[in-house]
C-alpha cells in the first residue's frame, strides 16, 4: 500500500467522522427538550400517583391507596371499556381511508396535488377549533343535521370517531403516500407483464411492501387513540351519561374537578404504561422491530 493510498483513506475516515458522526452538542437540545417535556412531567405524575393532593400545600404520601382505588373503581372498567373500543374502530376507520388515499395519492392522476393539499388542510387545525365546528354543525337546533346525534350512545360514539379519523386521516395518508411511493415500478410491471389486475397488485404488491409503514402508522394511531381528549370534552363531555367517558377524561375528572391529583396521576401512569405496551406488541408482532426491507434480493 502507498503513502498516497493510505494518506487518502485516511482523509476520508476523517471527513466521514467529522460529517457522518454528529458531534453530542447537537444531539443536545433534543435530549434536553425531551427530559424537560416528556420524561419529568412523566416521573413527576408518577410520583403524585402514590400521594393525596388536592392542588394545595404539600402532596400527602399514601402508598398505594390511589392505585387501590383505581382497580376497585367500577367507572375505570367502563372507562377502559369505551377507550379500547374506540382505539379499535377508530383504528380500523383512519387505516382503510388513509391506506386507500395514500396509495391513490401516490399515482400520477389529474390534479392529484391540488386534492392532495386540500386533504392535508384538516390537519393543520387544532383539535379543539375542530370539536367546536363539529360541534357547532351537529348541534340539534342550529346545525346542519336537525337531530340530536351526540345524546344517543352511539351517534355520540361515532361522531368522536368522525371527528378524529377528519383531522388525522391527512396525517396517515401522507406516510402511506410516502411508503407506496417508494415501491419499485419495475414490480408492478413484471405483474402486469403476468396479466395481474389493479385488485390482484394492491393485494400482492402495495399492501405487503407497505407492511412497516403500517406497523408505524399503526403505533401512532392508538397512542392518538389513547389519548383523546378535547374532541371528548368538547362534543360529549362523556356523555350521554358516561357511556363514552374514556380514560384521559376520567382522569380529567379526577384532577380538575373533584381535585384529587394523586388518583388524576394514578390513572395518567396508567395510560403511559398502557400505552408503551401496545405500541411495543405490535412492533414485536409485526417483525418492525428487525427492520428487515421488503425490497431484499432486488
Not at 391507596?65 to 380500523?92: C, F, G, I, Y
Amino acid at each position: 500500500m502507498t503513502k498516497s493510498t493510505t494518506a487518502v483513506r485516511k482523509g476520508r475516515t476523517t471527513e466521514g467522522a467529522r460529517t457522518g458522526r454528529p458531534h453530542a452538542v447537537w444531539v443536545l437540545p433534543g435530549v434536553l427538550f425531551f427530559v424537560f417535556f416528556a420524561l419529568a412531567p412523566m416521573a413527576l405524575a408518577f410520583y403524585l400517583s402514590f400521594t393525596k393532593w388536592n392542588g394545595l400545600g404539600d402532596p400527602e404520601p399514601v402508598g398505594l391507596a390511589n392505585w387501590e382505588k383505581m382497580l376497585h373503581d367500577p367507572r375505570l372498567t367502563q372507562s377502559l371499556t369505551v377507550t379500547v373500543l374506540l382505539t379499535v374502530v377508530s383504528w380500523a376507520f383512519q387505516t382503510v381511508v388513509s391506506l386507500l388515499l395514500g396509495v391513490w395519492a401516490a399515482g400520477r392522476q389529474r390534479n392529484r396535488a391540488i386534492l392532495s393539499a386540500v386533504f392535508f388542510v384538516p390537519f393543520l387545525l387544532s383539535s379543539t377549533a375542530i370539536s367546536l365546528l363539529f360541534y357547532a354543525l351537529l348541534d340539534p337546533n342550529f346545525g346542519i343535521i336537525r337531530h340530536d346525534t351526540l345524546g344517543t350512545t352511539s351517534g355520540a360514539f361515532l361522531a368522536i370517531v368522525f371527528v378524529g379519523g377528519w383531522q388525522f386521516i391527512p396525517f396517515h395518508t401522507l406516510i402511506y403516500q410516502g411508503g407506496a411511493r417508494q415501491i419499485p415500478e419495475v414490480l408492478y410491471q413484471a405483474a402486469a407483464m403476468d396479466g395481474a389486475g389493479r385488485y390482484r397488485q394492491f393485494f400482492s404488491i402495495t399492501l405487503p411492501q407497505l407492511r412497516n409503514t403500517m406497523t408505524t402508522s399503526s403505533v401512532l394511531m392508538i397512542v392518538g387513540s389513547l389519548t383523546y381528549f378535547e374532541t371528548v370534552l368538547i362534543l360529549t363531555q362523556g356523555g350521554p351519561g358516561t357511556d363514552t367517558a374514556i380514560l384521559p377524561y376520567l382522569m380529567y375528572e379526577a384532577g380538575f374537578k373533584s381535585y384529587d391529583f394523586g388518583y388524576a396521576s394514578a390513572v395518567a401512569s396508567f395510560l403511559v404504561v398502557a400505552a408503551t405496551a401496545l405500541s411495543l406488541l405490535l412492533v414485536r408482532l409485526s417483525g418492525f422491530g428487525a427492520m428487515r426491507s421488503t425490497r431484499e434480493g432486488m
